[in-house]
């Protein structure tokens, strides 16, 4: 890039030239007070449009970056739909709690709800997975309960889904009313029961239950 040197020229020329050629600026800067020289300002700069930039082997790195984090995020996407099964529809999706019971470290991990017209599943978006899925047709009941983790923190309602082998699934939903009336639902179309009963889910060893509120 060569610098040129032009005298008549307006501010629109002026914009296009930075944007399109670039421009730099070097500059030394001395700031006095009263003729006593305080700051001292050495200035070495390139003004240019991002692709200009980028042509010229400048920010090759951030624009990899961005670029390999859009083809990411293109990937889950693409993966999350896969993961879909052929044909199923989502109806419905929240921000969930899935409770992991099984491996060394059972813990509460969090992703996405989604109701589809055929099953409810759990996907974690980062790293991107299958967390559980259960179809409408091997759900027997489920169970609403009120409890807290914490003793300073408010009790809120947890889902216990019973299926049919007599195991559970425990999920704490963020739009729980939403959940429920998406799975009445689908259990309705297909004349399916879904009922209310007890379930003795695994929960953490912090978690407390409470009494259930009022309404």
Same mark, same amino acid.
């Given at each position: 890039?060569?610098?040129?040197? %032009?005298?008549?020229?307006?501010?629109?020329?002026?914009?296009?030239?930075?944007?399109?050629?670039?421009?730099?600026?070097?500059?030394?800067?001395?700031?006095?007070?009263?003729?006593?020289?305080?700051?001292?300002?050495?200035?070495?700069?390139?003004?240019?449009?991002?692709?200009?930039?980028?042509?010229?082997?400048?920010?090759?790195?951030?624009?990899?970056?961005?670029?390999?984090?859009?083809?990411?995020?293109?990937?889950?996407?693409?993966?999350?739909? +896969?993961?879909?099964?052929?044909?199923?529809?989502?109806?419905?999706?929240?921000?969930?709690?899935?409770?992991?019971?099984?491996?060394?470290?059972?813990?509460?991990? !969090?992703?996405?709800?989604?109701?589809?017209?055929?099953?409810?599943?759990? +996907?974690?978006?980062?790293?991107?997975?299958?967390?559980?899925?259960?179809?409408?047709?091997?759900?027997?009941?489920?169970?609403?309960? !009120?409890?807290?983790?914490?003793?300073?923190?408010?009790?809120?309602? !947890?889902? +216990?889904?019973?299926?049919?082998?007599?195991?559970?699934?425990?999920? +704490?939903?963020?739009?729980? %009313?939403?959940?429920?009336?998406?799975?009445?639902?689908?259990?309705?179309?297909?004349?399916?029961?879904?009922?209310?009963? %007890?379930?003795?889910?695994?929960?953490?060893?912090?978690?407390?239950?409470?009494?259930?509120?009022?309404?």
């Amino acid at each position: 890039m060569e610098a040129t040197r %032009e005298t008549r020229t307006t501010l629109v020329d002026l914009l296009d030239r930075v944007l399109d050629k670039g421009a730099v600026i070097d500059a030394d800067v001395i700031i006095s007070v009263a003729g006593v020289p305080l700051l001292g300002l050495k200035l070495r700069a390139m003004l240019a449009s991002i692709e200009t930039m980028i042509e010229y082997g400048m920010w090759a790195d951030w624009d990899r970056a961005v670029r390999a984090a859009a083809t990411e995020d293109e990937r889950r996407t693409v993966a999350l739909g +896969h993961a879909l099964l052929k044909g199923e529809t989502p109806v419905f999706q929240c921000g969930a709690s899935y409770w992991q019971a099984d491996g060394v470290s059972p813990a509460w991990t !969090y992703g996405t709800l989604i109701i589809t017209d055929a099953a409810i599943r759990m +996907h974690r978006r980062a790293p991107l997975a299958c967390l559980v899925v259960i179809p409408f047709e091997e759900i027997a009941g489920y169970s609403l309960e !009120y409890g807290t983790v914490s003793a300073s923190a408010e009790p809120t309602r !947890y889902l +216990h889904i019973i299926r049919v082998d007599g195991s559970v699934c425990s999920l +704490h939903p963020k739009e729980i %009313e939403q959940v429920i009336a998406g799975i009445e639902k689908e259990m309705t179309k297909r004349k399916l029961r879904w009922a209310p009963g %007890e379930c003795h889910a695994p929960m953490p060893k912090n978690y407390e239950r409470v009494a259930a509120k009022v309404t």
